[in-house]
């Protein structure tokens, strides 16, 4: 559990306004000082994030962010970015002082009510007074718990822990299936792993790391080879493997060497299954084939890192889509968790797997691409269509290509 990467981690927040102990509640969590504490309001600027084992709810991460009353510019800033964090959390801890729930808590709780996340309400500083727990019990309904507390004494912290097991979403206890419910026990699959040169020297990329260990979970082998030995693995298979993996990026040569009776997919896709909707994100694919020269599209990345040479964000992605719609595209690049606000412009949106942030961070993005009525869809799915073999790999999701060809029928306006 200590090596779990953030992304498969259930993300709490902690919000509320300046000075009521967000920081010292974390602190005490954690049992050692992450977050700075002091008594000059706006301590906390950048949210802070901490990883952890919780049990039972076993790795997560703390995010402390800055109080959402701060003033001025700057603090126009931090409240902008703690409001950011706020949509991407899997529960959220809403901390007020002795003086009980006002505008400012209210206001969060409805925010964090419209994105359907768990809240637990929080009141710090029980030793100078004691709000009523009915009020804010009535505010949050069916989503969420209320308790008192005291960090400076340590007065009910256990009751943090027992609200925040009880909230917690069921799907965190178990991760939605990333490919071990595509193979049999007893079967097999071949890895198709290019040599990316992304990842550090020694290792391979988080997604092919993930569905290895998914399969051996399954009680099912797997092959990993290059791209050059696919033929020679399912040449020497005493019995066909349940299931073909590539890389994006060499979908089309997999597709030509594996047999049409061996089902195919790509890692990207998977991770679109994993992480987000891939029945939206197929749809959202469909926008391809109405690029014109001149539209403008979104290329979003999920992390930072050095552009590389034929980077396949910011290189190939581009290149190919250009050659798709025949013409010269204008093309924005995002990165990291900052995802931009006004998306109206944009034609469509292309993200990447997300192996680097959580399914619920992924969705927020997804819907607020639905909101501003733009669509979405992922490296993988466009992938596949740029090089025509989607109906390929998405034949073990018959769903989503069913939803991809039936947004393809739409017309224009409709869509």
């Known amino acids: 559990m200590r090596t779990t990467p953030k992304s498969m981690r259930m993300h709490i927040g902690l919000f509320g306004r300046r000075n009521v102990g967000k ?31 919780f049990p ?29 964090v706020l949509e991407r959390m899997d529960v959220a801890v809403v901390i007020c002082d002795e003086a009980g729930i006002g505008p400012f808590e209210r206001g969060l709780i409805a925010e964090l009510q419209a994105h359907k996340t768990p809240i637990l ?25 209320a308790v008192r507390i005291s960090v400076k ?36 699959v ?14 391979l990329i988080l997604p092919q790391v993930q569905a290895i260990r998914e399969i051996l979970d399954a009680d099912a082998s797997c092959t990993v080879v290059k791209e050059r030995e696919l033929i020679g693995a399912l040449a020497n298979a005493r ?25 195919l997919t790509t890692f990207s896709i998977l991770m679109a299954r994993l992480k987000a909707d891939l029945v939206r994100l197929a749809e959202g694919a469909a926008v391809l084939h109405r690029l014109k020269p001149g539209d403008h599209l979104l290329v979003a990345e999920a992390c930072t890192h050095d552009v590389i040479c034929d980077d396949i964000g910011r290189v190939k992605i581009p290149r190919w889509l250009r050659q798709f719609a025949g013409g010269d595209l204008r093309i924005d690049f995002s990165g990291g968790k900052h995802f931009p606000e006004d998306l109206a ?7 990447c797997g997300a192996c680097m942030v959580t399914r619920k961070h ?41 939803a991809y060809e039936a947004a393809l029928r739409m017309e224009p306006e409709e869509a």
């Open 345 to 351: 412009k944009y034609k469509l949106i292309i993200q």
């Open 153 to 188: 004494t340590g007065r009910n912290l256990d009751a943090v822990r027992e609200s925040l097991i009880r909230i917690a979403p069921e799907d965190r206890f178990a991760e939605p299936p990333m490919v071990s419910d595509l193979v049999p026990a007893g079967g097999s």
């Open 362 to 402: 992924m969705l927020s993005w997804l819907y607020r691409a639905e909101r501003q009525g733009v669509p979405m869809t992922n490296y993988g799915v466009a992938i596949s269509v740029v090089q025509g073999v989607l109906e390929r790999s998405l034949e073990p999701f018959p769903e989503a290509y069913r």
């Open 190 to 203: 071949v890895l198709v792993v290019p040599i990316d040169l992304g990842a550090p020297k020694g290792r």
């Open 239 to 263: 019995t066909p493997p349940s299931l073909v993996i590539c890389d994006s990026q060499i979908v089309l040569k997999a597709a030509a060497d594996t047999p049409p009776d061996i089902p």
């Open 23 to 53: 920081s010292s509640l974390m602190n005490a969590l954690l049992g050692f000082p992450k977050s700075i504490v002091s008594d000059v309001a706006g301590t906390t600027t950048d949210p802070v994030e901490k990883a952890m084992e």
């Open 121 to 145: 309400c929080v009141f710090n500083k029980c030793d100078r007074g004691e709000p009523s727990l009915e009020d804010a019990r009535a505010l949050l309904g069916e989503t969420g718990e």
């Open 56 to 84: 039972p709810l076993g790795p997560v991460v703390f995010v402390d962010t800055a109080g959402i009353d701060d003033v001025g510019a700057l603090g126009a800033l931090r409240v902008k970015m703690s409001r950011e």
